[in-house]
Nanobody, 113 residues
Framework: HVQLVESGGEPVQAGGSLRLSCAASGFTFSSYFMTWARQAPGKGLESVSSIYSDAGKTEYADSVKGRFTISRDNAKNTVYLQMDNLNSDDTALCYC???????WGQGTQVTVS
């Protein structure tokens, strides 16, 4: 069955960096569009960044452009989100999502103070 397991979320000070990872299994990872999404306390779900199957195209929310970088390693079935220059608005539960909102991980918490 499909599994998406996120890791890398932790408390960090403003201005700091984190790298989130999402290990995928149960499907042909290299064929699928992947997304990082987040939900901040009291706010709705936000699509943060997406990457096409061949990593040839990436997309970012305006709120993270220039600070976050999405990447993937199809040989390792893993998608990453490098998060730099974090601020308190980035505090959220971050989810790895596969195939345009079909498959979801359990989330990893990012807390910026």
């Amino acid at each position: 069955h499909v599994q998406l397991v996120e890791s890398g979320g932790e408390p960090v000070q403003a201005g700091g960096s984190l790298r989130l990872s999402c290990a995928a299994s149960g499907f042909t990872f290299s064929s699928y569009f992947m997304t990082w999404a987040r939900q901040a306390p009291g706010k709705g779900l936000e699509s943060v960044s997406s990457i096409y199957s061949d990593a040839g195209k990436t997309e970012y929310a305006d709120s993270v452009k220039g600070r976050f970088t999405i990447s993937r390693d199809n040989a390792k079935n893993t998608v990453y989100l490098q998060m730099d220059n974090l601020n308190s608005d980035d505090t959220a539960l971050c989810y790895c999502v596969g195939d345009a909102w079909t498959w979801w991980g359990q989330g990893t918490q990012v807390t910026v103070s």
